[in-house]
């Protein structure tokens, strides 16, 4: 038997949450909606995984972090979706999805009718297994993507106290987890093929703050190499990571944080695509009619910069979600919404740390402030400017004051005639924007 829904969130994670919690806001009935997701348990705030979860003492379990306390909102536990009569469909993969015909397909033989359909299924991880590195498959190789890898993660922390861990990548998840690792005792050192880490984000000189820091910490950086294998001991677990350059590291613990790929493999062929994701228009429509797509699979007009782009962060991931269920409803009212107008954001938080930025990292940089490793209380930013405008900032260790002022500057990007007086003035100029 077929079950028909008006609305389907197809996906489990921070957007569906989000979405779901407009559509309630918008007024949905008992019955409309549902989300279907592979995961066993309701929404939740994903970012939670790579710092509270591993904390050594409190560490964050849900319930405490389902969706929307990231953002300051009520904690939507499973029985809200009960309340307001949207049916959570978990630990239900689906496997096809033909658009035409308005219908999705589950591994167990499901099939899930809708009339509006909110593709959220975020990115999945990208493996070393896809590369070919030999025993990649190996017992105690970990990636952090949903509760469950957090819960085996955190088990091998413990069963190997005081031992040695490696972690492959040095973005996002690399720098989270080397600090959490850390935290937890164990031995760490980060291997990265470039030549700084975080480098979609990072200049060289900030970089090297935070390569002092973690170095500070007793992390071990390894940077210009990958690894290329993984030997293993007689009960199947990593034994050793070997390095292109040769060297060979023992580890007790691996974890790779080597980027993610967005989820569209379902819709190849029935929605168009650009840069990696679903194209959508500001209001996250796609080019098949009642098919929206918010999160890490949208490729959407990014109206302060004029052009197309596909953003992978949690912040995103709320907002694309609210603004397609704002104009979903809206445009069954025969009503209109501001199109989508998005300043790029992106935060950390990991030892005693704490950074934003906001805007684009593109152009001339100027780093301002006290960014020695060795500073007792660092605090330092930089900005980006570009045809004589800032377009760009970032902030370590800032107040919320701050972080507003370094978020109005990117959003204003005001002119800057002088790149060595912003230097010198570094977050005043912000405060007087």
Known sequence: MAKTFKYVILGGG??????????????????????????????????ALSKAYLFPESPARLPGFHVCVGSGGERLLPEWYTEKGIELILSTEIVKADLAAKSLTSAGGETFNYEILLIATGSTVIRLSDFGVKGADAKNIFYLREVDDADKLYEAIKAKKNGKAVVVGGG??????????????????????????????????????????????????????VAVGFTTNSDGEVKEVQLKDGRVLEADIVVVGVGGR???????GQVEEEKGGIKTDAFFKSSVPNVYAVGDVATFPLKLYSELRRVEHVDHSRKSAEQAVKAIKASEEGKTVDEYDYLPYFY????????????????DTVLFGDSSPDSPKPKFGSYWIKDGKVVGAFLESGTPEENQAIAKVARVQP?????DQLATEGLSFASKI
């Open 14 to 47: 921070v957007s569906a949450g989000y979405a779901a919690r407009e559509f309630a806001k918008q007024g949905v009935k008992p019955g409309e909606l549902a989300i279907i997701s592979k995961e066993a348990v309701a929404p939740y705030e994903r970012p």
């Open 348 to 363: 950390s938080r990991s030892f005693e740390l704490s950074w934003q930025f906001y805007g684009d990292n593109v152009g």
């Open 262 to 268: 967005p989820q569209t493999a379902l819709f190849k």
């Open 172 to 225: 996002y998840i690399g720098l989270e987890l080397s600090a959490v690792l850390r935290l937890n005792n164990l031995d760490v050192t980060m291997v990265y093929p470039e030549p700084w880490c975080m480098p979609r984000l990072f200049t060289s000189g900030i970089a090297a703050f935070y390569e002092g820091y973690y170095a500070k910490k007793g992390v071990n950086i390894i940077k210009g190499t």
């Open 415 to 419: 002119p800057v005639e002088n790149a």
